[in-house]
């Protein structure tokens, strides 16, 4: 089933991507290329199979719940691209 | 550098003018020894990164005056007795791996101007053993690509053949090492992107069991497949490199709480009674006939040395593709939702609200094969697909992880060709990701398993080198060094040179 331009706006807003209306096209081929690609998968018999979501089947390990890292903010924000009085700005989100 | 009065000792083992020669174990022994000093042999590898990588573009950053420090260093540290093996030995970190105060792109826009405020835990260890970085090598796009044609810097050419790709994603770690721009150097392996390389270039390539190096400070693709290794010319040189990056880490609790055994130590154990499992599924129609011959007779290698050759099947490994193209772009557009214009990294400008902020920055920051990961793991992820695809690739994935199980009963390794052909062109296939994406069908098998898996050169297939791949049970970096050193011993593959890159 190939993804229609319209299907793939939805998945940028959902990925908070943009594409350019130039782009379109050829990304809606593309990815409907890469789902009849992974479609395959929809031949397996996989009943009774249980997901593995971790390669080694491992528990993970656990730590004393205590404090390592010290405060390094100005360090990291030295990275970000506005920052006012330590804090991060972004867009007004709030009318 | 040449200057004759520094050359007072007679007997130098290794020649001033082709010290990129030797290997880093030979190196070793020489700075040790004293016959060379870390900062003649930075010096000499800085010149042929200036002199020779217009036009292979390895390097997105170099960084000469720290590497010369630390060579310094290195050589006050030999002459006190406390070096490790590789201590003042060049060496290069894809630029994945987080270096403080140093660039850290990931092959992005998204991060060009990221200067990384830590050392990756891999970085710290190397760095701890005294080893020199010189610098940070070019990649594919946040490691998603098997060309390295998708990085923001532009492609890396393969030395063999500028017109070729080099592999990826860690193209530009692969070239440094085959043009002898450094002595090794670190690269990252999610489907293949370390051992695809290295078969395209002639390289050693070791991608460990997953959770065998720490992810702390690596730039996150898909959490439950990436794992960090080595590109280097000898097996040697990758158990050398190994060793310091290896072993547990609490700031990364998916690394493994094993002990580190000696890799160099066990490149001398006994082998010779292994069984080589040989799957059908890597002699397909897919495989170039002569790629599939120069693997044949590097098993007949194996096979005069006292291995035994079974021939096994398995059942589940063509759906490893398709599962790798749900698997990894689901968590890639997990993991790359962090990118968002407001902590760190590219910013876009923009007057309307918080939504439009976020599509405009991303859209501008990422380049077109990471976009279409982002929506594809968007999509397999959404509402109404998520058991289709996302919790069905997860099955099938545990079938082939059972495959493999099931297989190790019975054989030590696992070996086939690293790649269905030789190094492609430049522009081949980057127009049509399906082609790409099928170029990695013997790699992506043994991530998606946790398997560790190694690339040695096999032969050369019209002048370009290919690789024969070795797989082995979770925890077998011992076995696979140990085969690939072997193997490297009856065999000249790996010393070969690519032509231009001699002196």
């Keep these: 089933m190939p993804l229609s331009q319209e299907d793939v706006e939805k998945l940028c807003l959902l990925a908070r991507l943009e594409i350019t209306p130039e782009e379109l096209a050829d990304v809606a081929a593309k990815l409907s290329d890469i789902v009849a690609l992974v479609n395959q998968l929809q031949a397996a018999d996989t009943a009774g199979v249980v997901p593995m979501a971790h390669p080694l089947d491992r528990a993970q390990g656990l730590r004393a719940d205590r404090v390592t890292e010290s405060d390094q903010h100005e360090r990291y924000q030295r990275n970000a691209p506005m920052v006012e009085r330590d804090l991060y700005l972004v867009p007004k989100v709030i009318e | 550098m040449d200057n004759e009065s520094t050359r007072g000792h007679e007997a130098r083992v290794i020649d001033l003018a082709s010290m990129h020669e030797a290997t880093i174990a030979q190196l070793a022994q020489a700075l040790k020894q004293r016959k060379i000093s870390s900062k003649e042999l930075t010096e000499h590898f800085l010149e042929r990164i200036a002199r020779l990588d217009d036009d292979l573009n390895a390097f997105i950053t170099v960084t000469r005056d720290a590497a010369l420090a630390q060579a310094e260093a290195a050589d006050a540290r030999l002459a006190a007795g406390d070096g490790t093996a590789l201590t003042g030995i060049p060496i290069a970190h894809k630029d994945i791996f987080c270096t403080e105060g140093v660039k850290t792109s990931c092959g992005s826009r998204m991060l060009d101007n990221f200067i990384s405020p830590y050392d990756a835990t891999a970085v710290a260890r190397l760095k701890q053993a005294g080893a020199v970085m010189l610098g940070k090598t070019n990649m594919d796009e946040f490691a998603m690509g098997s060309s390295n044609e998708t990085s923001f810097y532009g492609p890396v050419h393969n030395p063999w053949d500028r017109e070729t790709v080099p592999g990826g994603s860690s193209g530009g770690s692969a070239a440094a090492v085959a043009a002898r721009l450094v002595c090794g150097a670190t690269g990252t392996d999610t489907g293949g992107s370390i051992r695809q390389p290295a078969a395209f270039t002639g390289l050693t390539g070791i991608k460990p069991t997953y959770g065998r190096v720490s992810r702390y400070g690596m730039v996150a693709f898909a959490s439950s497949l990436d794992q960090a290794g080595t590109l280097t010319r000898t097996a040697e040189d990758a ?47 897919g495989l170039d006939p002569k790629n599939a011959q120069l693997v044949r007779e590097a098993l007949s290698v194996f096979e005069r040395l006292g291995a035994r050759l079974k021939d096994i099947h398995l059942e589940h490994l063509h759906l490893s593709v398709p599962v790798y193209y749900v698997v990894a772009p689901a968590e890639a557009s997990s993991n790359l939702s962090r990118f968002d214009g407001v902590r760190y990294g590219h910013r876009a400008e923009s007057s309307g609200g918080l939504t439009e902020f976020y599509m405009r920055t991303r859209g501008e920051g990422f380049g077109a094969e990471v976009k279409r990961r982002i929506l594809t793991g968007a999509y397999v992820l959404s509402a109404g697909y998520y058991d289709a695809y996302y919790l069905q690739a997860q099955k099938v994935r545990q079938l082939i992880s059972q495959d493999f199980a099931r297989a190790f009963e019975d054989v030590d390794l696992i070996a086939g060709p690293t790649t269905p052909t030789p190094a492609f062109g430049l522009g081949q296939k980057v127009g049509d ?52 050193h072997r193997f490297q011993r009856e065999t000249d593959w790996h010393t070969r040179v690519p032509p231009g890159y001699v002196d």
């Design chain 2, 239 to 285: 158990a050398l490199m190994l060793q310091s990056m290896a072993g547990t880490d609490e700031r990364d609790s998916t690394s493994l709480p094993d002990p580190v055994p000696n890799f160099s130590k066990a490149l001398e154990e006994p082998w010779e009674n292994l069984t080589i499992g040989v799957p059908d599924n890597f002699f397909d129609d």
């Design chain 2, 433 to 484: 990701p399906i082609q790409m994406y099928l170029n990695d069908i013997y790699t992506i098998g043994a991530p998606l398993a946790g398997l560790p898996a190694l690339s040695t050169p096999c032969g050369m297939v019209d002048d370009l080198p290919v690789g024969l791949q070795l797989v082995g049970p979770h925890l077998s970096e011992e076995r696979l060094l140990a085969a690939a």
